[in-house]
């Protein structure tokens, strides 16, 4: 799983789960919406305490840490963020930090972020930010979203998602009209590095754990058709927690393309998970456009616990079998588990696209748990697509350990001409920084790559040289 994704994940459930519960610290003034709230135009609310102590470092007096400590965890109240993260339990620590920042008002919370030190993706330091931020939200949202608004890249796009989330979770219709208001500024979050959750789908969720008909209506309001189907996406997600049977009529009634798609990929998975006889019945009932997603989406949930009997299910839907990326993440899903028996289901596959999708990502998955099975089973495969694919599969998991490798004895043996350079040229940049003066020897005798390649080759080498000392490769016609 890659770094963009984790943290997509990381604050999906920081921003939805873990940071709920603070939404019961609320305060007794009126909320943005009933105090007639109009975007820009949100009072601060006041604090219930008082004094301006730096809450990071100042401890109550009259107590005794190790005392509270000692009292067990019910009864332990965090003097500082030094002494929560002290704690060695990493969900007492982000339970501490829920009851440190439910404490603090609007304007200590804004110290404690303005002394935060650079930004990283250590797990305790994301949970604070998330917590903080959303805490911070409840309060003065308004405030929040203009101290990360100078932010930029993944700090700024996460803390924003996390303000939106908790800030509908309290008040769902001022969340609202604030993105209505400000869709330019907040349209670029509503997929998070390209995927996972959005500004959108945060404010849409929530409102529709309290008013799906209002969330409904507040989503067809919307100009951006991406935002507009992320927030339907979102809705009917919450609705098929309880009820996925009346999501689904309900989604058919009231939606199409890819609204309706994307409602689908949700109310399917979670069909899934609760009862999977019942959501099979209804992918087998589906017809039309609709059908792709709605099967999809419901292996997908069945292959959350059991990817085996989800890849034996595509038998079923010949149409499924044909959709190289579902097939690619079921199969990396029952690689992960047990790669022999999916090996040997890759083996049986007709040859096509599905199956060299599957093939790779079995190859990827395998290399992460058994290198040498894994490349035994790669050197034992027939000559063609599939043992390409395999074989840069096995490239793109060996090019950071062992680049060399992964170029001459490996990426060279690809047939397909366009395959081989591709995975080539993926891995020689990373062997030239290891070895630059090799790497251009290498890539001035050999023809595994076409006169195109060897010019992106020859370039891409004349970077790592300059960097590292010898010059670029010389020209084919200078051999």
């Known amino acids: 799983m890659n770094q963009t994704l984790l ?32 975007p820009g135009d949100l009072p601060t609310r006041s604090s219930d305490r008082t004094g301006s102590a730096n809450p990071a470092s100042t401890a109550r007096s009259g107590e005794n840490p190790a005392a509270n400590r000692s009292q067990g965890f019910g009864t332990f109240a965090p003097d500082s963020l030094a002494e929560i993260f002290s704690l060695p339990s990493r969900i007492d620590r982000w339970s501490a930090m829920i009851r440190f920042f439910s404490q603090m008002d609007a304007d200590e919370l804004a110290t404690l972020y303005a002394e935060q030190g650079p930004f990283n993706f250590d797990f ?16 003065d949202p308004l405030g929040a979203l203009a101290a990360v608004g100078g932010e930029g890249g993944r700090e700024a796009a996460m803390g924003k998602m996390s303000i939106l989330k908790s800030w509908a979770s309290s008040d769902p219709v001022a969340a609202a009209a604030y993105y209505s208001a400000n869709q330019d500024a907040l349209a670029d979050g509503n997929r998070f590095g390209g995927r996972g ?7 849409a969720g929530e409102w529709a754990k309290q008013d799906p008909e209002g969330a409904l209506s507040w989503a067809s309001s919307l100009s951006d058709d991406s935002g507009q189907r992320s927030a339907m996406e979102a809705i009917f997600g919450e609705l098929a927690k309880t009820d996925p049977a009346a999501a689904a009529s309900q989604a058919m009634a009231a939606l199409s393309g890819q609204n309706l798609e994307g409602a689908f990929r949700q109310i399917g998975r979670t069909w899934a998970g609760q009862d999977q006889e019942a959501a099979l019945a209804w992918a087998r009932s589906l017809t039309g456009e609709e059908a792709a997603s709605g099967v999809s989406s419901v292996l997908r949930g069945i292959s959350d616990n059991d990817p085996e009997a989800a890849l034996r299910l595509l038998a079923e839907f010949p149409a499924a079998a044909e959709d190289e990326r579902l097939v690619g993440r079921l199969t990396d899903e029952w690689a992960e588990q047990d790669p022999q028996s999916t090996a040997e289901w890759v083996s049986d596959l007709p040859e096509g696209e599905a199956k060299a999708t599957a093939t790779t ?119």
Do not use: C, H, Y
Request: charged letters at 25%.
């Open 7 to 38: 943290i997509a994940i990381l604050a999906s459930t920081l921003a939805g789960g873990l940071v709920g519960g603070l939404v019961g610290f609320q305060l007794s003034e009126p909320s943005p919406g009933e105090a007639g709230f109009a």
């Open 124 to 139: 305790d330091e994301l949970a604070k930010r998330q917590l903080l931020l959303s805490r911070w939200a409840e309060l």
């Open 197 to 203: 959750p959005s500004n959108v789908s945060a404010i």
């Open 361 to 479: 990502e079995l190859v990827r998955e395998w290399m992460r748990s058994d290198q040498t099975e894994a490349m035994s089973w790669v050197k034992e495969q027939p000559a063609g697509p599939s043992r390409d694919n395999a074989v840069a599969g096995l490239v793109q998991s060996l090019r950071n350990s062992d680049p060399e490798s992964a170029v001459t004895e490996w990426a060279t043996a690809i047939q397909d001409e366009g395959l081989r350079n591709r995975t080539i040229l993926s891995s020689l940049g990373r062997w030239a920084r290891q070895d630059s003066s090799a790497a251009i020897e290498w890539a001035e005798t050999t023809d595994s790559l076409n006169d195109q390649a060897f010019e992106r080759a020859a370039s891409l080498l004349q970077r790592a040289a300059e960097g590292g000392g010898g010059g670029p490769p010389r020209p084919r016609g200078e051999r």
